[in-house]
């Protein structure tokens, strides 16, 4: 271990040259031809909804509602028409994509609603996500114009108020390529997408510079209240028809194309129950010369209809430490947090408009200090590609301003509720990105969603409240958020914070013990169920090697805090001992299935509150044969060490024995990794993977006793795994192996048939996917720790390196030049004793 001290720590930005250490420039985010199919990029607000551009340039899947609308393409588009050019007036996008063509919702209808057959663009260049920027390259050897679409939102590490605007920027740049000056008109339209009420009453309004599109909400559906704006602030000569033609069929597209295509740019002032509108730009291009429109868009529906979970119905159900304060004055369904800041739709496309270049250059700053890099470029791509996760409507923040999540999200609703912690256990890259936000979790998890038992409801309800305590406690879920605490304690520094939890936080623990480790033995005995919706009998490697990292870190919190632990240092060494003596069988851990002996009744007449686990007359045959069903026993499961990722990420030691941990691993690469899945069988969710496509299956059973009824996904391949996976392999030195995993997971999703920026599990932006972000750390051994402000860098690449760091005071790069450790703070500051270099 060598410590070096640094004594001042620049601000400035500076540039380190080092050479990229790739190993293919395939997975570097630049698409192009068949690969740009099904790209849809996530531009909006972190919790405040979001909308896609495409690989195209096109605009869909508008879920701005406060919940997700997957198939939701309005006729939205950006145009120019070319004064004097016969077929000069194009739709500023590349041509449609074959799939829309049959198959898509509506299509049989012919499409109608879209705006497919209006003249476009001949070619896209390639489409490149640097995130959260992408941009689009388009070309026409028709037109005299090439042009470039860059669409993007705020992204601030730390600042989560900013990196939530209901707001996105779309910059259209047009560069004349003849050898004449050009006049063109460029124009912006929109049908009103927003007319959802019973009858809708929707209308247009003008706006300095643009116009909004609004649905006045009847009294019956509150909820459909919305505005959508649409500015171009930074343009000298502006002018809108704020309202389209009023007809039926489709007059209105039909005489919006005609003046777009006539280069018509007379204003039209609001009229009732107006169908659409569109704002028109004047531009004179010289040779060679290039003009940029930046189309500012915003959104503002205050309402929903958006609620989850039951009530508190004992006294129970409220904990310890429940402040009613809290909940007086809390609405009876979500409402996000940006309603909550701004009043109306003025005010905050206001904001936006006025601060748009400032958000702009400190989203820039990350994006650059991001992609400064010398990691590979596929550990870049699978981190960047899903921290749009945390653009999409699986994430929310309510009023208040707590985080609260789906596991994903379905195509027009959220995907499993409440923040689940056995999932957002996987997910790294709030905590070092926005950790205040990643705080609040834990706030509801230990203050909300904990009785005075220990009990935790593993889904929080929305609006978030306490709830009647009706349903089993997940072990993974539990176990994992002590493990959290003491990770964001460390991101933070804020010791007061977490003396605040300890209380519940050994409350929890407790429980945990004398539910699944009643006879202290170190082990999850009882049955427990976990993140495969399944209840595992008897001890296994997965929740064990969990309960082991949860009690090393108890023991780690006790001692910051000066309370006593020796109690749960002897608990942590039994489970130590009983993972690497009797659930080790020399080349993985596995599971001790185990009904006998138990405080828990038989599997076949328990009950606890999941339907999918009682046992039908086959099933009880099937129990005397081979006893509970949904177990993985002898089989070599991926996550069967995770307790092992979950203490490296969080900046505690190995749980487990290291060399047990990762031989583990290597068997799980050798056994479960599979080039290809054609002669694979999977009766279950088989979309994830199949066919001739390769991936990592949760659970295989090299050497026998497959149950007939395993537990339920296991024939599955999920993305959060591989990366969990992929990153403990690193973590252990096995680089090549955990990029080779990578690899295979990314070549899945390289938008030939998958969309890069939805890596989808039960739904899409599935939040397990969060888990690629400790790839930065496993393939750096970058830590800040802010209670000793010390630096760790642990390099599994050889040489000098450079990487992205993101600490709760700042984010910059990190790495070794010239054999000497380095930091290079880019934004905020990050005070550092020492530089430890292991």
Avoid at 75 to 86: D, K, R, S, T
Avoid at 99 to 108: A, D, M
Avoid at 238 to 259: E, H, I, Q, Y
């Amino acid at each position: 271990m060598k410590k070096i001290s640094i004594i001042a720590i620049a601000t400035a930005m500076l540039t380190v040259s080092c050479n990229q250490q790739t190993t293919d420039n395939k997975y570097d985010s630049v698409y192009d031809s068949d690969h740009l199919n099904y790209i849809a990029f996530p531009i909006g607000g972190m919790g405040a909804g979001m909308f896609c551009m495409e690989g195209t340039g096109a605009i869909s899947h508008m879920s701005i509602r406060n919940h997700p609308d997957v198939f939701n393409e309005p006729a939205i588009f950006a145009a120019i028409h070319v004064n004097g050019l016969e077929n000069g007036t194009k739709v500023v996008e590349g041509p449609v994509p074959d799939r829309k063509k049959f198959g898509q919702q509506g299509s049989g209808a012919g499409g109608c609603g879209h705006t497919y057959g209006l003249p476009r663009y001949e070619e896209v260049e390639s489409f490149e996500a640097r995130f959260p920027f992408a941009t689009v390259r388009l070309k026409d050897n028709s037109m005299p114009l090439d042009a470039e679409i860059t669409g993007w939102s705020p992204f601030i590490p730390g600042d989560e108020d900013n990196s939530g605007l209901p707001a996105g920027g779309l910059e259209y740049t047009f560069t004349n390529t003849s050898a004449n000056t050009v006049e063109a008109v460029f124009s912006f339209n929109s049908r009103n997408f927003l007319g959802f009420s019973n009858p809708p009453e929707c209308e247009t309004l003008k706006l300095d510079k643009g116009f909004a599109l609004k649905c006045i909400a009847s009294k019956e559906y509150p909820h459909d209240e919305g505005t959508f704006a649409i500015t171009v602030p930074f343009e000298k000569d502006v002018t809108a028809d704020c309202s389209w033609f009023r007809g039926g069929w489709w007059d209105p597209l039909t005489m919006a194309w005609n003046k777009v295509a006539n280069g018509d740019t007379t204003p039209v002032e609001p009229t009732e129950q107006t169908s659409g509108g569109s704002l028109f730009v004047p531009m004179k291009l010289a040779p060679g010369e290039s003009h940029s429109v930046k189309v500012l868009v915003s959104w503002y529906c205050p309402m929903s209809n958006l609620r989850c979970g039951n009530d508190a119905t004992e006294p129970s159900d409220y904990g310890n430490r429940y402040d009613k304060q809290l909940y007086t004055d809390n609405p009876q369904y979500y409402k996000p947090w940006y309603a909550t800041r701004f009043a109306s739709i003025d005010e905050v496309s206001n904001y936006w408009s006025g601060n748009y270049d400032e958000l702009k250059t400190k989203t820039r700053c990350f994006t650059d200090a991001f992609f400064d890099s010398t990691l590979p470029t596929e550990v870049i791509r699978a981190v960047a590609d899903n921290l749009s996760i945390l653009k999409s409507p699986t994430i929310l923040r309510q009023h208040d301003g707590r985080f609260w999540a789906f596991e994903g999200s379905n195509d027009d609703n959220g995907s499993c509720h409440g923040s689940c912690t056995h999932v957002w256990n996987y997910a790294q890259a709030l905590p070092h990105l926005f950790p205040r936000m990643e705080r609040t979790l834990r706030e509801t998890e230990f203050n909300v969603n904990q009785d005075t038992n220990g009990h935790q409801m593993y889904r929080a309800a929305l609006p978030i409240r306490p709830q009647h305590h009706d349903h089993v406690a997940a072990t993974d879920g539990q176990l994992g958020g002590i493990i959290k605490c003491y990770r964001d304690w460390r991101i933070s520094g804020d010791t007061e914070w977490l003396r605040n939890l300890y209380p519940q936080i050994k409350e929890s623990l407790e429980y945990c013990i004398r539910t699944w480790d009643p006879r202290e033995v170190g082990a999850m005995e009882e049955p427990h169920i976990t993140t495969y919706e399944s209840e595992f009998w008897g001890a296994d490697g997965m929740c064990t090697s969990i309960y082991a990292a949860a009690l090393k870190a108890f023991v780690e919190i006790s001692k910051g805090l000066n309370e006593d632990c020796e109690r749960y240092e002897q608990l942590y060494a039994k489970s130590r001992k009983y993972m690497e003596q009797k659930l080790w069988n020399g080349e993985y851990f596995y599971q001790e299935v185990r009904t006998e002996g138990l405080n828990a009744t038989d599997p076949a007449t328990r009950t606890i509150g999941i339907n999918d686990m009682l046992y039908s007359p086959e099933a009880i045959a099937l129990y005397k044969k081979e006893g509970p069903k949904y177990q993985y026993s002898t089989g070599c499961l991926s996550d069967g060490i995770i307790g092992s990722w979950m203490a490296l990420c969080a900046g505690l030691p190995d749980p487990i024995d290291s060399e047990k941990v990762t031989e583990h691993l290597r068997s799980v690469y050798r056994y479960n990794l599979k080039r290809d899945l054609f002669s694979h069988a999977n009766p279950q969710r088989s979309g994830y993977a199949f066919g001739h496509e390769g991936g990592l299956l949760l659970c295989t059973w090299p050497h026998g006793g497959k149950q007939s009824l395993p537990f339920v996904y296991s024939d599955e391949v999920w993305t959060g795994i591989e990366y969990q996976v992929a990153a403990n392999l690193i973590f252990e030195g096995e680089v090549e192996k955990g990029l080779d995993i990578i690899r295979t997971c990314l070549d899945r999703y390289d938008g030939q048939v998958r969309n890069p920026f939805d890596e989808y599990e039960c739904g899409h932006w599935y939040s397990r996917a969060l888990s690629s972000y400790s790839l930065l750390q496993a393939m750096t051994g970058a830590r800040y720790d802010a209670i000793t402000q010390d630096l760790y860098l642990s390099p599994r690449i050889k040489g000098d390196f450079r990487s992205f760091i993101a600490t709760a005071t700042g984010f910059g790069t990190v790495g070794i030049k010239d054999g000497k450790p380095f930091i290079d703070v880019r934004h905020g500051a990050i005070p550092v004793n020492e530089i430890i270099v292991e």
